[in-house]
Antibody, heavy 127, light 107 residues
């Protein structure tokens, strides 16, 4: 059974830092892109960052570039999100999610999606 | 990529058909959508991806169609447990985007 368990959330002051962790089990962690997705209170989902299988390629949403760093440790089946210079607008539940994809040869199309999600960890940025 | 969903809220009775719309800001050739269901206090659950491929355990009353910029999620016969927020998602050139969601209420 695939499981993703996040930890590390909490209350932090504006300008502060926090490191989120996600421990994966039930699948070969090193074979998948992984991602962080967040959801502000009462709002929709927002993709934050993703990282390639061996960690060589990373992407971020514009609003967190230069402040957040995604990383992984395949030996520990763990995904991380280092969050610096936190702002009130970073307040959200942060979900760890596995990235999967399906390609259609007939039209060279593809779908890239999140097939498993953790329960999330709440980050509150407030003074 | 910007995704818009309509309506914001859909209030229907059990057994009725729900039609949820997702529109993308521009067409990404060959890029399909994924749809998620989210209930209060729970993480999103993958429902459908690609050419109406249902995720494991998703009943066949859920279906999806669409191409280009206009996509639709259909719930053919609503059940009480279908009460949730449904979000669409698309991937394009190293970024992901989600729609704001449609809330489905069961009367």
């Amino acid at each position: 059974e695939v499981q993703l368990v996040e930890s590390g959330g909490g209350l932090v002051q504006p300008g502060g830092s926090l490191r989120l962790s996600c421990v994966a089990s039930g699948f070969t962690f090193s074979s998948y892109w992984m991602s962080w997705v967040r959801q502000a209170p009462g709002k929709g989902l927002e993709w934050v960052a993703d990282i390639k299988q061996e960690g060589s390629e990373k992407h971020y949403v514009e609003s967190v570039k230069g402040r957040f760093t995604i990383s992984r440790d395949n030996a520990e089946n763990s995904l991380y999100l280092q969050m610096n210079s936190l702002r009130a607008e970073d307040t959200a539940v942060y979900f760890c999610a596995r990235v999967n994809s399906l390609r259609y040869n007939w039209n060279d199309g593809q779908v890239v999606y999140f097939d498993y999600w953790g329960q999330g960890t709440l980050v509150t940025v407030s003074s | 990529i910007v995704l818009t969903q309509s309506p914001d809220t859909l209030s229907l009775s059990p057994g009725e058909r729900a039609t949820l719309s997702c529109r993308t800001s521009h067409s990404i050739s060959g890029s399909y959508l994924a749809w998620y269901q989210q209930k209060p206090g729970q993480p999103p659950r993958l429902l459908i991806y690609g050419e109406s491929k249902r995720a494991t355990g998703v009943p066949d009353r859920f279906g999806a169609t669409g191409s280009g910029t206009d996509f639709t999620l259909t719930i053919s016969r609503l059940e009480p447990e279908d009460s949730a927020v449904y979000s669409c998602q698309q991937y394009g050139t190293s970024v992901f985007a989600f729609g704001p969601g449609t809330k489905v209420e069961i009367k």
